[in-house]
């Protein structure tokens, strides 16, 4: 996770503007060094793809073997009409490169099934691929290649008014995940040496009045914990009537009603008590068998090495359980049981030379915090047999930043998945949740309309080559679409739950079209899910997400664990 990156010109400063001050600079890095290949030329695979040209990937590449036609001038912004009958992979391609000049577009006029078959190399010359419109067979083929080549999968789909999307990773580290609340790391109740001596050198009593309106909050809440230390055995307050006196004590030190300072340091009370500790992700962290693995010395049983001519995804994980052994080691012995503080401080009503004094104290320990921490990534690096120092003290400060929110995923392969399914059953249960049960149903119904699909030749509905009407038989194909139904029921061990006719009737009707108002919708998500894996921020989509159009609504089902 290197934290360096090529200086931005200000040209693409002003072009990438909004999504710099959500990502950064490194994360834009990331998505201009992207690869990207899209399955698909339909409304879904185009929507996702026009998010990401905007956005800067570095380039991307069509697959499609169909030609434009009719159907598609209603439901693809991509194509015109003076496309029909020509390759759609190149009629998108042509479009999208006019969104993006700084991005190369290419296509490839050739099925997704093929090249998933017969050409899985192809695919290692992309570093995420977003499928779309595929069936569970290929869906499962194409999971396996990618995670064999580690390559990032999203998949997506548009089926009537039903969206189905998943991220596929065999193993995601985050070490950005911006949570939407974060508990300032301040260590007021128990201060560090040199910040208690900071503490110690204000004299609140002696303090003239403006001095005395423009001492830091922080200051004011260390020196009553010291306080309450002192007259309760060195504890804290625990219990809500000792909180509750503590907070008195701030409001009877207070002279005046404009002292904002104390008012800040009453509404921040919390922070004294309130202590960051091990979040339950990063407990699992530290324990995890690849950390461990490196803490006792044995790469063999942990981090597999990345080679010379490793890829980049591949050199980036090593980087990182690098960076999570030092963190371990780091928490066992010089943390005590702390992380490295991020030494950030919230704004509060000061003087600037305050101010950025209190700072300094702040950034001094975190340097030294950080410093703890590289000494010992370099030795997890040189049990790895990689070279000392080839994790930059950037990356390692960076990682120090955001340690207590730190996230890593392992995902369930689709093939896993749709083999185990767990608590389809329940979710099934109207009686428990009616909102989950039809999402759970809408599910099934998605992975029985792919077992029509390749016994019959065609979907559920769908007109077939060998149509002599306008309109498919379609109670024939309710009927067999129900039978396949009862087959996945009982496969999953739940033979008595029971999907609605309704429901059935509508996956029927949908014929499996792609419409372009639910199409956009899924191609929104895909991209914004493909921008987090790509960047490695924010926490990506854990399980199957299922987009029910007719009630505006989306649930996430089989999350991994």
């Not at 090593?318 to 005590?336: I, S």
Request: include cysteine; proline fraction near 3%.
């Amino acid at each position: 996770p290197a934290m360096s990156s090529p200086q931005m010109g200000d040209d693409k400063k002003r072009r990438y503007d909004r999504q710099l001050r959500i990502w950064g600079e490194h994360g834009q890095a990331a998505l201009e060094s992207c690869r990207v290949c899209v399955l698909g030329g339909g409304p879904t695979a185009t929507e996702a793809l026009k998010n990401l040209v905007l956005g800067g990937i570095a380039s991307y590449t069509v697959v499609d073997d169909r030609t434009v036609q009719a159907s598609d001038l209603g439901n693809n912004f991509m194509v015109e009409a003076k496309d029909l009958g020509s390759s759609r992979a190149r009629s998108v391609s042509g479009t999208l490169n006019e969104l993006n000049e700084t991005v190369h577009g290419a296509f490839v006029e050739e099925s997704a099934a093929t090249l998933i078959r017969e050409k899985p190399s192809f695919f290692s010359g992309f570093d995420l691929v977003i499928a779309t419109q595929l069936p569970e067979s290929l869906a499962v083929a194409l999971d396996e290649v990618c995670r064999e080549l580690r390559v990032k999968l999203v998949v997506a789909r548009s089926y009537g008014l039903v969206g189905f999307l998943r991220v596929s990773v065999a193993e995601h580290c985050v070490i950005e995940s911006k949570p939407e609340n974060t508990l300032d790391d301040l260590r007021l109740g128990n201060p560090w040496p040199q910040l208690a001596e900071f503490v110690e050198g204000f004299d609140m009593e002696a303090a003239d009045e403006m001095t005395r309106k423009h001492i830091p909050f922080a200051v004011i809440l260390a020196k009553h914990a010291a306080a309450w230390r002192a007259a309760h055995g060195g504890a804290l307050p625990s219990t809500s009537a000792e909180r509750a006196a503590f907070k008195q004590s701030l409001r009877d030190a207070q002279r005046g009603f404009d002292e904002e300072n104390y008012k800040e340091a009453l509404a921040a009370a919390h922070k004294v008590w309130a202590v960051p500790s091990l979040g339950a992700d990063v407990r699992a962290l530290l324990e995890d068998d690849e950390a461990t693995a490196l803490a006792c010395g044995n790469t063999g049983a942990g981090v597999a090495l990345a080679s010379a001519s490793a890829s980049a995804a591949s050199r980036e994980r090593e980087q990182f359980w690098a960076l999570v052994a030092g963190l371990r080691a780091f928490v066992a012995g010089e943390g005590a049981g702390l992380l490295p503080l991020p030494g950030s401080l919230p704004d509060m009503t000061s003087t600037t030379d305050f101010y950025l004094a209190l700072q300094r104290v702040f950034q001094q320990k975190a340097e030294e915090d950080a410093a703890a921490v590289e000494a010992h990534v370099n030795r997890a690096l040189a049990a790895m047999g990689r070279p000392v120092g080839s994790v930059s003290l950037a990356a390692v400060r960076h990682f120090c930043k955001n340690a207590a929110n730190l996230h890593m995923r392992r995902y369930r392969s689709l093939k896993e998945e749709y083999a185990l399914a767990e608590g389809l059953g329940e979710l099934l249960a109207a009686e428990v949740d009616a909102a989950a049960a039809t999402d759970a149903s809408l599910y099934l119904l998605l992975r029985a309309c792919d077992r029509f699909e390749a016994m019959r030749g065609h979907f559920p509905g769908a007109l077939d080559s060998s149509s002599t009407s306008d309109h498919h038989h379609l109670e024939d194909d309710t009927a067999r679409l129900k039978g396949l139904l009862a087959t996945l029921l009982s496969e999953y061990g739940a033979p008595g739950a029971t999907i609605s006719d309704d429901l059935v009737a509508e996956m029927c009707r949908f014929g499996a079209a792609e419409l372009h108002c639910v199409a956009s919708v899924v191609g929104g998500m895909a991209a914004q899910e493909a921008i987090k894996v790509v960047t490695a921020q924010f926490v990506p989509l854990n399980g199957a997400l299922i987009y029910n159009a007719v009630a505006s609504s989306s649930a996430v089902l089989f999350p991994s664990k």
